[in-house]
């Protein structure tokens, strides 16, 4: 399937004519300019209640910004790029093949774990209002080279050369981070790369780059109970409050931060959030709607990085929530399935499903909205909502064997939150890569 011509919107500056300005309204112009200089904190002010654009940089959106680091075009004004359509594409995808990255998890791995069908691996994503940037070339040149795709690995390494690219947050953070590697890896001899976890940290290395991608788990952020790497399936989950240095400080003098966070605050209707130190031994514990919980730890990341990250060397992106598809019901399937056996997409393009909490995005677009240091923002709930198909499902390694009840009903045990790879997450990586250089 071929797609559309890419519209050049740059090209369209030649055709300006050049304004006459008169005197009067020159004056007036220059008088203008003069008091948005003066009060420029003013209107920023008026402009931060105003609804953001959705897709952009939330705070860009508010500031006229310069150009960011690592930005080397932009996407074309009003265009965003997360309100789209899936397209079927076999000729381009998969952007590389399951047996082929050797970090995906035994978790991800769908085929090998017997997944009938390869269908979730042909989708392409495009945007309504434009078409994804090309990896760095000329539209024109771009439409002949469709083959190349929008992720340029090669751009993505020489940008990285020397640098340290780390996601933070949870499991579903680090499928986009492996997509990433995997992504990436093909461009690297064998002899130099390598990948290590130790404790929160796992490391990519691209030695003749000398640059490292990298996940650190912590899946609220802020100190948890749940922060064991390995052992974490802790049912009544803490959080303490103020305590973003505690993995902070092993974010410091990364170059492009990646976070997310939102699974885990999702135990019911409210979290248990811990004052003081998880070491007292009378611990102060209070009770914080979901909400109030998150909106303070998003709170406590926008402090972490306005002091931490300077805006003028380094980026820092956040994910929106990554959807579950645990009730068939909710996309008008029968009540008591799930993930397991869907193939097909859904087609209603307002789809939201019931696990998915609007509430939480509207405190990510609310806190983002004042910061400082300008937050990309990679919304990529809704596209990832028609994706039913793409979970792991049953077709992962199984933490533990499979009871004879559970084998008779696979409903019972699929994974409708984690993503196959190569799949989903490979796309979420293109739109990281589309915001990272094209703004
Ligand atoms: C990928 O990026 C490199 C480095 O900027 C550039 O030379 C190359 O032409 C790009 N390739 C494609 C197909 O966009
Ligand atoms: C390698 O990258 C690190 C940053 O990740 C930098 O501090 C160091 O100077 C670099 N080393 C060389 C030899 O370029
Ligand atoms: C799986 O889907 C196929 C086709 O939609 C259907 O025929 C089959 O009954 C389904 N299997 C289960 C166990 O629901
Ligand atoms: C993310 O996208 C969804 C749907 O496209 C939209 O409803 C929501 O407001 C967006 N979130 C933010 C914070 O901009």
Redesign the pocket.
């Known amino acids: 399937m071929k797609p559309p011509l890419p519209s050049s919107s740059s090209s369209n500056y030649n055709v300006l004519r050049k304004p006459r300005l008169s005197p009067y309204l020159f004056t007036l112009l220059a008088f203008i300019v003069f008091v948005v200089i003066l009060y420029g904190e003013d209107f920023m002010c008026i402009f931060g209640q105003l609804e953001p654009l959705p897709g952009r940089p939330i705070s860009a959106a508010k500031k006229k910004m310069k150009k960011l680091p690592f930005a080397i075009g932009k996407t074309e004004e009003g265009c965003d790029v997360f309100s789209g359509r899936w397209v079927r594409d076999e000729s381009t995808r998969p952007l590389y093949e399951e047996s082929e990255c050797p970090y995906i998890q035994p978790q991800l791995t769908c085929q090998e774990h017997g997944r009938p069908d390869r269908d979730y691996q042909y989708w392409r994503w495009q945007p309504h209002g434009c078409d994804l940037p090309?990896?760095?070339?000329p539209a024109a040149?771009?439409a002949a080279?469709w083959l190349?795709v929008s992720f340029?690995?090669?751009?993505m390494l020489?940008t990285l050369r020397g640098k340290r690219m780390m996601f933070v947050g949870d499991s579903l953070n680090r499928g986009q981070y492996v997509s990433m590697v995997c992504l990436l890896h093909r461009n690297i001899p064998e002899h130099a790369k390598s990948m290590e976890t130790s404790g929160s940290l796992t490391v990519f290395t691209a030695k003749d780059y000398n640059a490292t991608i990298e996940f650190y788990w912590a899946p609220f952020l802020l100190e948890s109970n749940s922060d064991d790497a390995v052992v974490h399936r802790i049912a009544d989950r803490i959080v303490r409050k103020g305590s973003i240095n505690k993995h902070g400080r092993h974010w410091k003098g990364v170059d492009i931060l990646v976070f997310n966070t939102y699974l885990w605050w999702m135990t019911g209707l409210d979290m248990k959030i811990l004052k003081g130190s998880f070491d007292d031994e009378e611990k102060e514990i209070v009770k914080l709607s979901t909400e109030d919980a998150y909106r303070m730890a998003m709170k406590s990341m926008l402090r972490w990085v306005k002091l931490n990250m300077d805006r003028k060397k380094t980026r820092v992106f956040f994910a929106s929530m990554s959807p579950s598809h645990a009730k068939s019901i909710d996309w008008g399937g029968e009540l008591g399935k799930n993930c397991y056996n869907e193939t097909t997409l859904i087609e209603d393009e307002n789809y939201w499903g019931s696990d998915c909490r609007r509430s939480i995005m509207e405190v990510i677009g609310e806190v983002f909205s004042h910061s400082k240091y300008p937050i990309t923002f990679l919304n990529i709930t809704q596209l990832s909502n028609y994706r039913k198909d793409a979970h792991t499902s049953i077709y992962k390694k199984q933490w533990n064997p499979l009871t004879p009840e559970q084998k008779a009903n696979p409903f019972s045990y699929a994974d409708c939150v984690h993503w196959c790879l190569p799949g989903l997450q490979d796309t979420w990586n293109e739109l990281l890569f589309a915001k990272l250089f094209y703004p």
């Open positions: 090309r990896g760095g070339v040149a771009a080279a190349e340029n690995a090669t751009l020489e």
